[in-house]
């Protein structure tokens, strides 16, 4: 350095250290190890250059900053630093790049070239950077990656870091990593102190045992919970859960839902439905209530059942459905009801049975005995078993235990019912699902209407025996056998007994069938559904270039109007 060099040195660093109230927010040369004047390339500026002791070293309002080489422009209050750039503010951010210039003026830093922020939460790396130092605010807008050590990586198209509340916010192809899951999501809110993250527009978070999927969600990073609203979506190994809310817990595999919730079995081809639903991965159960409705879908006639509460149990090859209170179930060609219904997937069986809750003198007694209808037969039990083959989809046999009743109308008298009694029954289905055969064994009474081939009424036939067995066709009796019979008579319509038209324990419930799947909830009380609240929509943030901003730029041009040095990174607005 000349000795000129060396006076003009001393003499500004003399002027930059006379305090005034103005002054303070002047830009100071701390150290150079050379002064340059170059006109020719740098109007009004002087050019510094470190030497082989240190950088240049440059202090602006508590903010320090290193360079190779620095061009500033005193009157402008601006500097431009090249090479090695280190900018630190206080003990706690800390920013490197190639390149940074900065106004004393507008508190705006920008910077280039492999830029990376650190604080004590996280770090930023972006090829370029805006830091305002009135707003304490970061902001990139070609892209850039935030590394949370808790929490993962974050990268997006645009970035924004509220310094003071320490909350990130992410717009564009925002991506988050981290060992347990990985999230995708249009706009983004992250807050580094918490790991708590806000999901806006179409979203996902990926774990290893599950794909979330909502349009507006929360989610924390640290204890992997969350919730999810707007066309939300969880994807299990075997089942797809979806509902208005879900709740989920990635650590407990533990998921719930709220409100027009459908949970479907890939596996097995099932849907069940309702409005508050549980589901406990690990555990492989599944609880639904609020309307539920379970639907097994098949290829030519799907089954539906419904209950106040229902519970999927046990591994994907081996699903057990339990519905319970008030448990219907329905299908084209069969349909039933019970206090309780349990449906085993894997072996086909179905049990309509009774839950002992309410004691025999209960008004509700007779009317929650299970029963079974399949085309004009009407079959009531203490228990009911229906058997069906789950590669066929067709039914095979019936069973019902204990007061087995099955009674079909004479559908040519007025108020003639074909009715047969007994402790057991065995039923046997053909091709076409219809009950063919029927066995009633201990104790069997019968009362039929007799007709020839021309349906003519030939008598009603009421007898006791040890058994009876029955063929239909197409819902009519066809023919029947009694075994060890008691006693039976065959009456002409005029000489039957009034008073024994109808056997012990006779029970017409035709008003209860369900004929649609609608019918199946006709009885239930009104559905009032919560209102979900959640998250609010997305709200954008105020523009990084606020009004604020311009004006500190259009003011830091005053010296120079014509070529405002402050202002020449910003980007046009569209």
């Known amino acids: 350095m000349n000795r000129l060099h060396v006076l003009l040195f001393i003499f500004i660093i003399g002027c930059i250290s006379t305090h005034s109230a103005q002054e303070k927010r002047k830009i100071q040369i701390e150290y150079a190890g050379k ?11 002087k050019v510094l250059t470190r030497d082989d002791k240190q950088q240049v070293h440059i202090i602006h309002g508590g903010s320090n900053m290193w360079c190779d080489k620095a061009i500033h422009y005193g009157q402008e209050n601006f500097v431009e630093a090249y090479g090695n750039v280190s900018v630190k503010q206080g003990d706690t951010i800390h920013m490197t790049s190639k390149y940074v210039e ?17 604080d004590p939460q996280s770090t930023i790396s972006s090829d370029t950077l805006y830091f305002d130092r009135v707003k304490q605010q970061a902001f990139y807008k070609n892209g850039g990656k ?13 970035g924004r870091y509220y310094m003071d509340i320490k909350k990130y916010q992410f717009v564009k192809d925002v991506v988050l990593v981290n060992k347990e899951s990985t999230i995708n999501s249009d706009y983004f809110d992250f807050y580094s102190d918490t790991g708590y993250a806000y999901l806006f527009g179409p979203s996902t978070i990926t774990t290893e045992t ?15 919970f969350g919730y999810a609203i707007k066309n939300a979506r969880i994807d299990y190994d075997n089942r797809i ?25 890939t596996i097995n081809k099932s849907i069940i439905k309702g409005h508050y639903a549980e589901v406990y991965k690990e555990k492989d159960s599944l609880f639904i209530t609020k309307h539920a409705l379970a639907i097994t879908v098949q290829e030519n006639d799907s089954i539906f059942m419904h209950a106040d509460k229902i519970m999927v149990t046990g591994k994907p090859e081996h699903r057990i459905i339990n519905a319970y209170y008030n448990a219907k179930i329905f299908k084209s060609d069969i349909s039933g009801k019970s206090d309780s219904i349990y449906s085993n997937q894997k072996t086909g069986l179905t049990k309509l049975i009774n839950l002992p809750r309410f004691s025999n003198s209960d008004k509700f007694a007779t009317t929650r005995k299970p029963i079974l209808w399949n085309f004009e037969n009407q079959m009531t039990g203490d228990t009911i078993h229906l058997i069906s083959n789950p590669e066929t989809e067709k039914l095979d046999s019936l069973l019902v235990f204990n007061n ?3 009674i079909s109308k004479d559908t040519l008298s007025e108020n003639g019912y074909n009715q047969i009694y007994g402790l057991r029954l065995v039923g046997q289905f053909n091709d076409k699902n219809t009950l063919r055969e029927v066995d009633i064994t201990k104790n069997a009474e019968s009362i039929f209407y007799a007709r020839n081939d021309k349906q003519e009424l030939i008598g009603i036939d009421k007898a006791k025996s040890g058994s009876i067995q029955i063929l239909f066709a197409e819902g009519d009796i066809e023919e029947y056998s009694r075994f060890n019979q008691i006693d039976g008579n ?26 649609s799947v609608e019918d199946l909830f006709k009885d239930d009380p009104p559905l009032n559904l919560p209102v979900i609240k959640g998250l609010e929509d997305y709200v954008p943030s105020g523009e990084f270039f606020d009004e604020d901003m311009l004006e500190r730029i259009k003011s830091a041009g005053k010296t120079s109007p014509e070529n405002n040095k402050a202002a020449r990174n910003i980007p046009e607005k569209k």
């Open 210 to 224: 599950s794909k979330t999927y909502c349009e507006k969600g929360f989610y924390d990073t640290k204890q992997e």
């Open 102 to 118: 900065y106004s004393g003026i507008t508190e705006l830093a920008f910077a280039s070239g492999d830029v990376v922020l650190t």
């Open 490 to 515: 065959l009456y002409p319509e005029s000489q039957y007994p009034k008073k024994e038209l109808f056997l012990k324990g006779f029970d017409w419930r035709d008003s209860e069938r369900p004929n």
């Open 35 to 45: 002064l340059t004047i170059d006109e020719e390339n740098y109007p009004g500026a």
């Open 404 to 406: 087995s009743f099955i």
């Open 241 to 265: 859960v979806e509902g208005d809310s879900l709740y989920f817990d990635h650590i407990k595999n533990f998921a719930s839902a709220t409100n027009n919730i459908k949970v479907t079995d």
């Open 146 to 158: 935030v590394v949370k050590d808790s929490s993962g990586t974050i990268t997006s198209k645009i």
